[in-house]
């Protein structure tokens, strides 16, 4: 079940390259939905691929060991050519892009983010390549075509729960119990400003509850404020901390491997974040670039995402987990309020925190 409202989507089921790195000529065109990627295409691809030899990906999806296992995944489908990975949160790599950008360097290949909005910023740039991938079908059709003109898809969906420690607290209910004055000096967060799925989380938090009920009290409680999704995760294994808002992937990873944490989906909703991906435009090897986000919706990386606790995209691969998002109830940010959203709650946040 998926909460409607003014800032909610609702959320279903999960020739050869030319000389110089230009692209193969079937897929330099604008593609039209209803002619993707084919398995012709895909060969040509991977051979003209083969001839640039490498491609520079940059992502703020997963962790660095699960991003690590999914280029092993397609270099083992595509031998012969080498992915240089820079694995940072999603902030931070856009503010990177965007300098290089602006300097007219041009370095990366392949682009994931956890905050749709950037996509929208590169977009009116003019420094997005568009792409359809052969298996989009083969996702929910929620998410399929994430952007109307397909200058970037879905590359990840994330789940932003409440993660804590079993042994030293009870399951949380609600988003409202980090507000618990008990909960003082228990929390750990990370930051807005360094990461799109707490950014996705502070803007949801603020559209359902306001700033001054949510997070003035929130900042009573002293949590440690960290940069990534993920150091709520690091700060509850290690003891340093007790609960406070993370991502499911990692912390059911660490749960999977014997340590004192578990995941708890509130009733007031679970923030559901759409992560894309894109093809630069200007990519320096564009033919592998392609096959590399093509390879996104193959039904390898989808099985390694769910053997690293992520979410397949793909429909016909289940989760390690069991878990379904059509079961469960999620609060979408729409695209339109992130592009202010984020903006916004970074200097609230900053302002609040001191951080």
Known sequence: MTTRGTFVRSA????????????????????????????ADVSKLYDAAKRE??????????TQGAAEKCAGAFKAKYPGIEIELLRQTGQ??????????????????????TDEAHMTILKKQNALAQFVPGDIDKIPKEFQHLDPDDTYQLGDIALMCINYNPKKIPAPRKWGDLLDPRMKDLLSTGHPGFSGYVGNWVVAMTDKYGWDNYFKPFAKNNPKIGRSVFDCTTDIVSGERVVGPGADSLALERKAGGNAIAVAFPEDDTILVTAPVTVLKEAPHPNAARLFMNFYYSHEYSMTA???????LRLDVPSTTGIRIDR????????????NGIPEVIAKWRETFNV
């Not at 030899?53 to 997963?62: A, P, R």
């Not at 769910?306 to 397949?312: D, E, R, V």
């Not at 469960?328 to 592009?339: A, C, G, N």
Request: hydrophobic share 45%.
């Open 12 to 39: 279903a089921a999960l020739g050869a390259g030319l000389a110089g790195g230009t692209p193969v000529t079937a897929l330099a065109a604008t593609p039209r939905r209803k002619n993707q990627v084919t398995d």
């Open 53 to 62: 030899g490498k491609l520079v990906w940059w992502t703020g999806h997963y």
């Open 92 to 113: 931070v790599l856009f503010q990177r892009l965007t300098q290089d950008l602006k300097s007219n360097v041009h370095q990366v290949d392949v682009f994931a983010s």
């Open 306 to 312: 769910a053997s690293t606790f992520n979410l397949p």
């Open 328 to 339: 469960m109830k999620t609060y979408h940010v729409k695209i339109e309020r992130l592009l």
